[in-house]
């Protein structure tokens, strides 16, 4: 694109509107071109994508070792390391999603509702593109493959802007899905990729392209959420922290409770669905606490709790006030003991991030009051938070987990990542 | 509540943050008792609430009449007045359609979606309210009592801020609104009015209190949408104005045509929905357009053409380029020849607002490409563009017509005022 490369800090002397306002009037173009693809030709794309990333394993394993290196450079902490690392098994994996996607019903043209009126207008709401849809992430490669393809399923151009840590290797996958758009005969515009690591980048596709961005989706730790919200012009499906909470009520079964603790903590701790801090009744703290604190030591986790709950355990360290609200990712668990179910939805009102909280009773009542008062995306009874995944709800594939009120809540799979318009038949009718 | 009121200009001296943001802090208190509300309690606060305007009904054109004086003295149009005019017919309108919302079934809790997954899983896609709405709005004092009721229904808290014009009006119908809140139990701050018409409200809702109020619905003129468009910070409703096109067909029926363009123009020319653009296939120019114009100009429509519109009657008035991107809200329409529907469609893309458009035509070949084809938020086949309303679309009352395309799109009725969760019920699952 004859676009100068920057790949590490910001450079005074990059013309970002320069770089950004044809990527953002090409994005517009192909959307309308998207706007009426069929089924078959996104689909097809689609499997052409995957072939592509199947045929260019050994070259995206190549590709992806530039970013290690440089991340070992770096210094960057093994968890992150994790994250950025292709294999041949990982990039089969990434093919292999991008078909169950192509897989997915077309979320475009369906009927969402439909009525006939007295004077006989025939009303249909009828799902469309949104448009051109900004993701905005960080050192995951695949996103751009599960983000690329998320997107073009439900008729949107993209622009993607990933992490400079995965520069290498997320260009090297958006290689795989132009050959793929090309293939079926979609404009290659369709899928974009940020041509600069400048974080510039990030501010103007947040404040300057309102003309042209219908939607922002942001994939990051704290300081991309800060600055989303300092700084956007453009709608954005807010996505704040996982600080997602269990809670063990009075009339918790103990051996459900133990397993349900221990598996929204413990079976991956670095998603955003992982419980975070673990409240338990006061009605059964005599019981239950000890054996779930347990747990989670012999687990190898951390426990920060109050008062209350370090008299469980010696290995039990202090939480501080910071612990309520903090979003660990790690095998850190702060733990307190609530006044019932009430005390349990206050604490979660006060310190939650409307991500997912769930609860343990065997009370229908109980957990009526939970589900029905706490104003959070996902509301768990009797159930893992870790189960917060668009896979688990069946909705194939997500972009993410959205916190936010509008439009999108909870996770954002290809349905979400479609608007509507209404339409109206008639046979001459004038509005009296 | 011992705020100052400020009524003419604005004021430096004025402390926006302290004024505005208790109202903030008080909505989002409000908003989490009106979330449980029960159905009954809304109901009983909306009835009471249209009791309360019946019998004040004297003292509110009482009020009206200060507001008029005011408006007199201002010189505002002839137009700006009757908008402004309170009448007991339009006053015991207020309180009808208060009592039309409160027989509308409950927006929250409906169950939207329910799927059980094959681990067992029930997961439910359930209504809850969006929270806190800022409602931004100009001379209608009808929109105090319409706004608030609809917010109401919808289980949220809601902050207005009318425009000056309406200022004791407005003030009078909330004082009524505030009676059937109380009278049914709930806060008096579930609808609250912004104490001062200071601009600068504006601007504080608009920027500072992200924290305070979910989505901001403005219903005003050019300058509003512009100074939304440029300060907001608040997800917004967007909402621009309504250059609404109507196309009639090589393939249109002459009688059918001319009924929809008039009625689709002339109906009432105030309203969003009204047609600004009149296009004609230059396939039946020849007989089309003379009727059509005609029928125009005897109802008193000034008609703005391109050099083959002016041919058809001497009466016609060239159209400049600005001509096809103004919303005349008035006696006016433009009118030009377009080739066929692609060349319809391409007319809207370019000059369009996504608001509304029709096509008259007997091919329903031709009437399907341009009802896919083109993006605005409601599209018509063979009917008026006045139909454009929510009440006409059997949603009930609207708080306006949404041109952008998250969230809420076209008629924004008490549906689109909720927001969802999803509510998952297990029996002990752990994620694998």
């Known amino acids: 694109m004859g676009v100068r490369l920057v790949d590490t800090a910001d450079d005074d002397s990059l013309d970002i509107a320069g770089v950004m306002a044809p990527l953002g009037a090409d994005a517009r173009a192909a959307a309308r071109v998207l706007a009426t693809a069929s089924t078959d030709d996104k689909n097809a794309a689609l499997q052409a994508m995957a072939d592509a990333i199947r045929n260019a394993s050994a070259m995206l394993v190549e590709a992806n070792r530039d970013d290690l290196d440089a991340a070992h450079e770096r210094g960057l902490s093994p968890a992150l390391i994790d994250r950025l690392t292709l294999t041949p098994d990982r990039v089969e994996a990434m093919a292999r999603g991008i078909e169950e996607i192509a897989a997915l019903p077309d979320p475009v043209g369906r009927t969402l509702a439909e009525w006939t009126r007295p004077n006989g207008l025939d009303i249909a709401r009828v799902a469309t593109p949104l448009g051109v849809i900004g993701v905005i992430y960080e050192s995951r490669p695949n996103v751009t493959a599960d983000a690329g393809a998320l997107c073009l399923k439900a008729g949107n151009a993209v622009i993607l802007r990933g992490g400079s840590d995965s520069w290498h290797s997320s260009r090297a996958i958006h290689a795989c899905l132009v050959t ?99 409240l338990i009744d006061k009605a ?106 668009g896979g688990e709800f069946g909705m194939g594939a997500e972009i993410g987990i959205a916190t936010g009120k509008l439009h999108a809540r909870g996770p954002v799979g290809v349905e979400q990542l479609t608007s509507f318009k209404y339409v109206v038949r008639g046979t001459g009718q004038t509005r009296p």
Chains 1, 2 share one sequence.
């Open 284 to 389: 059964c703290a005599r019981t239950h606490l000890g054996p779930i604190v347990e747990d989670l030591l012999e687990a190898g986790c951390e426990v920060r709790g109050d008062a209350a709950v370090q008299t469980a355990d010696p290995r039990v360290v202090p939480a501080s006030e910071e612990d309520w609200s903090t979003e660990y990712l790690d095998k850190i668990i702060s733990a307190k003991i609530v006044d019932g179910v009430e005390g349990a939805i206050a604490h979660i009102e006060t310190y939650g991030s409307h991500h997912t909280e769930a609860i343990v009773t065997n009370d229908p009542q109980t957990a009526e009051a939970f589900l029905n008062e706490i104003d959070s995306a996902i509301l768990l009874w009797n159930a893992s938070t870790q189960f917060a995944d």
């Open 180 to 278: 793929g758009l090309k293939a079926a005969g979609l404009p290659e515009a369709a899928i974009q990729v940020v041509p600069t690591t400048d974080r510039a980048a990030v501010g103007y596709m947040l404040a300057e392209m309102a003309d042209t961005i219908d939607v922002i989706v942001p994939r990051g730790g704290k300081s991309l959420v800060a600055r989303v919200q300092a700084e956007a012009r453009v709608p954005v499906f807010a996505h704040l922290e996982g600080i997602c909470h269990v809670y063990v009520d009075g009339d918790a079964d103990l051996d459900m409770a133990r397993q349900i603790v221990l598996n929204a903590k413990m079976r991956r701790t670095g998603i955003c669905g992982a419980a975070e801090t673990l």
